[in-house]
DNA sequence: GCTTTTTTGTGTCCTTGTCAACAATAAATC
DNA sequence: GATTTATTGTTGACAAGGACACAAAAAAGC
C-alpha cells in the first residue's frame, strides 16, 4: 500500500471509531435523542437563520431528510420555526429552552471527547498540525471544485439534475 | 477554533464530500450496486473466510445489518456462501464470477478517484505524510483502547453488554 | 406586468440499518 | 461428559434516510 492509500485508510478507520465511539457515550448521556438529531440541534444554535436547505448542505443529506428531521425536533418541543415578515417561504429554525437544554449537554460532552483524545493532541507539534491543515485544506478545496463540476444539488435526489 | 478541533472539523468535511462525492459516481457507473454492497465485495475479496461476524466488525455495523446485505448479494448471485466441515456454526463468504466483475469495476474507479486526487497528494512532502501516519497512527490505538475500555461488542444492539 | 424557471419545503413510498429476541452451534466450566 | 456460557447468524418490528413527485413562493427573463 502506497502512502496516499494508507493515510486514507487509517483516517477512514479514525472515523468509523470515533463516530462510534462518541454516538455510544451520546446515546448514554442523552437518552432518547439520536446523534442526527443532536448534530442538527448544535447546527441550529451556531447558525442564525438555518433552515431545511442549509441544514441539508451542511451535512450532505437530502431536503427531504431533514424536514422530517426537523419535523420531529419541534415535535419534540426542542425547536421552534419562524419565518420573515418580507419572505414567505423561507421557514428558519431556533432553539427552546429544552432544545438549548440538550445543546448545553452535548457541549459537556464534546469536552470531554476533547479530554479523552488530549493524550494523543499533546504529542503532535506546531508543525505538524500545520501539515495537517495545509493537506486538509487542499484537499476540502479540491473536493468542492469537484462537486463543482457536477453542477448537481447536493440536497437533492440523484437525477434532480441528471 | 484551537487547531484540534480546526483539523477535526476540516476531516469531518472532508470524508462527508468524498463519501458523497465517490457514492455519486459509484451509483453512475454500477447502476443497481450501491457503496454498501460494492464495500462488501471488496472485502470479501480483500479478506479470506470473511463471515458476518468479521464484516460486521470491520465496518462498524450490527451483524443483524451485514447478515441482511450479504442474504442480499446472494440473491443477487454477486457472492456464495461455505462452510468447513470442522465447524457447523461459521458461514463464510467468496465472490462469484458475475461479483468478481464488480470488484473489478470498483478498481477502476478506485485508481480514478485516485486520478482525480493526484493533484492534492503530489504537494504533500514526505515528511507531511509521516507527520500524517503518526497522527492517525496514534489516534487509532488510542480509540482502539478507548473502545476496549467499554468492554462493549461493537457488532451488536447497544444494550447487549450493559 | 406576465410568463418561465428556480428555490424551498413537504409527503409518499421504498431501502437500509438498528434493536431485540431467538435458535443452533461451539467453547468453557464443573 | 454434562451443563452452563458465549458466539454466530437470522428474523421481524421499527426508525432513519433517500428517491421521487409535488405545491407554493421567489427570482429571472421577456
Redesign the pocket.
Known amino acids: 500500500m502506497n502512502k496516499e492509500e494508507q493515510v486514507m485508510t487509517e483516517l477512514w478507520e479514525l472515523f468509523n471509531k470515533k463516530m462510534w465511539l462518541d454516538g455510544y457515550k451520546l ?1 448514554n448521556r442523552l437518552k432518547g435523542y ?1 446523534p ?1 438529531e443532536v448534530h442538527c440541534i448544535e447546527f441550529i444554535e451556531e447558525n442564525e437563520d438555518s ?4 441544514l441539508a448542505e451542511s451535512f ?6 431533514i ?6 425536533l419541534i415535535e419534540k418541543g426542542l425547536i421552534e ?1 419562524y419565518q420573515k415578515p ?7 429554525f431556533k432553539l427552546t429552552k429544552q432544545g438549548h437544554g440538550v445543546y448545553e449537554v452535548h457541549e459537556e460532552l464534546h469536552k470531554e471527547y476533547q479530554e479523552r483524545d488530549k493524550a494523543v493532541f499533546e504529542q503532535i507539534t506546531e508543525e505538524q498540525y500545520n501539515s495537517m491543515l495545509c493537506f486538509t485544506e487542499k484537499f476540502n478545496k479540491h473536493l468542492d471544485s469537484e462537486i463543482k463540476k457536477l453542477d448537481v ?1 447536493v440536497t ?4 434532480d439534475n441528471l
Open positions: 446515546k439520536n442526527s433552515n431545511v436547505t442549509k450532505y443529506m437530502t431536503r427531504s431528510a424536514s422530517k428531521l426537523t419535523k420531529k420555526s418580507e419572505n414567505k417561504k423561507e421557514i428558519y444539488d437533492s435526489g440523484w437525477r
